[in-house]
């Protein structure tokens, strides 16, 4: 397999199914479980603030780890990482569906973010490597349509679930699936071990993980206890020096888990800056959005999780021939256009609100955003991974994953915080809803803001340039 796989051959589809299916568990617990927080709240009687722990704990581990995971799949084999991160959430998941507390919930969702910051930097550098170069667009470009696929396809699965059994079953679905990946990989994926760090950087992880949980519990908590808090004060100063001594430890370390050279190239840079606006605004817009459905104009669980189909059929149906546009014309129109189109859906939500009605006022928007994150996401992540050397495709991998699942870790309390809403006792009602529509128009300007940041920092490869190694 010197010169890799062919898109559409036999192994090909294996190699892609144990990808898609293994990464697609991680990234549908991202959104699956935002469907179930009504329900969630009902059995351990919180509130909004829990809310956003039963998601940020999750996406703490996986945003800050997923770096070492990279590294780690980079060091090790692909292969073997993927496995251990697909046995690791597993094992997680049936934790989180048998939590008697929402501590204990906390507790294993974060658990379960360690075991996706294995598997998910290796699932897409897997598809990189193990595809001969002509066909990497088109394997990236349907990886990115059926993996993210999964981020929206998770609100539906998780509202049947909730509805016809309970809240605990968004978790237990997941070891059979991870199952059912881990035995297409071990039998079909090709061991890609280039070699890498000769050591894992334990230093900077522990940082990374130090960091984003203080900052990210000064900003939940701080609404609640007051910005003046000591404890608030101490965990948002404790988090920037914890980050600022994450920035110095890869700068002096001999096997950094993020090489800072690898910023001097301005693709890279460039994809991963525009990552942050896109993912921000997509988490931040659907955490909000399957409450304000349920709380607010009485949607079930499985009626909430059903009105964002028209964002997966769409993601489903473009998301290849985006792969191929990126081949024909490069990626900075396609990463320009995306997020303005899906801004323009995302603001259209503000009108989601008590009274409107789902052919009028839901499913317009979200098939725009749908359009716009189409156009999007293949362009932006095939971007990100052919900026560095096949032999660092972990650590792209790692850091475009890790960029994407901070972006929408912040997204979290930062939305609700610009809204207005940080504070509210009950999520429902008109202070609930009007602070919603806020949240949208907010959002919607944050994807206008990465269409601007696309156009202006990426460039349409020429041919000449060499990526960085």
């Known amino acids: 397999m010197t010169d890799g796989l062919r898109y559409g051959s036999g192994r090909g589809w294996l190699v892609l199914a144990a990808s898609v299916v293994g990464s697609g568990i991680a990234f549908l617990d991202s959104t699956v479980v935002n469907v179930a927080l009504p329900a969630i709240g009902r059995s351990f009687d919180t509130g909004f603030s829990e809310f956003q722990w039963v998601i940020n704990a999750y996406l703490i581990t996986l945003g800050a780890l997923v770096l070492l995971g990279g590294s780690l799949g980079d060091l090790l084999g692909k292969r073997r990482m993927f496995v251990a991160g697909l046995g690791w959430f597993a094992l997680a998941s049936i934790g989180c569906g048998l939590a008697p507390t929402i501590e204990a919930l906390f507790v294993a969702r974060a658990l379960q973010g ?68 881990g035995l297409l990989a071990v039998r079909h994926v090709p061991d890609l071990r280039p070699g890498g760090a000769s050591r894992p950087d334990w230093a900077g992880g522990a940082l990374a993980t130090a960091g984003l949980a203080a900052i990210v519990f000064a900003l939940i908590q701080g609404p609640v206890w007051g910005w003046g808090s000591a404890a608030v004060l101490a965990a948002g100063a404790g988090g920037v020096g914890a980050l600022a001594g994450f920035i110095l430890v890869e700068a002096r370390v001999s096997d950094p888990m993020l090489p800072l050279a690898a910023f001097r190239n301005r693709q890279f840079t460039a994809a991963n800056l525009a990552t942050l606006p896109v993912y921000g605004a997509l988490g931040g817009t659907f955490f909000l959005l ?41 990626p900075r129109l396609p990463m320009t256009a995306g997020p303005l189109v899906a801004g323009v859906g995302v603001a259209w939500l503000a009108g989601v609100e008590p009274g409107a009605g789902y052919w009028t006022g839901v499913l317009p928007p979200l098939a725009a955003f749908g359009a716009g994150m189409t156009l999007t996401v293949a362009p932006l992540t095939a971007t990100a991974m052919g900026a560095l050397d096949d032999h660092r495709a972990g650590l792209a991998s790692g850091v475009n994953n890790a960029m994407s699942r901070i972006a929408q870790l912040l997204a979290v309390p930062l939305l609700p915080l610009a809204a207005g809403i940080s504070r509210v006792d009950e999520v429902m009602g008109m202070r609930f809803s009007d602070g919603f529509s806020r949240a949208m128009l907010v959002a919607g300007a944050v994807l206008a803001a990465g269409g601007a940041l696309s156009w202006l920092l990426v460039r349409n490869p020429t041919g000449t340039e060499q990526p960085i190694g």
């Open 290 to 330: 399957t409450i304000q459905l349920q709380n607010n104009l009485g949607y079930s669980a499985l009626e909430a999780g059903a009105a964002t189909i028209p964002v997966s059929a769409v993601l489903l149906a473009g998301s290849a021939q985006a792969g191929r546009l990126y081949n024909t014309i490069g």
């Open 114 to 181: 360690l075991g996706a910051a294995l598997l998910i930097p290796s699932s897409l550098a897997i598809v990189q490597q193990a595809f001969r170069p002509r066909d990497r667009g088109r394997a990236i470009g349907l990886w990115s349509g059926l993996a993210g696929l999964a981020t929206v396809v998770g609100p539906f699965l998780g509202g049947f679930l909730v509805d016809t059994l309970s809240w605990r079953w968004v978790f237990f679905v997941n070891p059979p699936l991870a199952a059912i990946a």
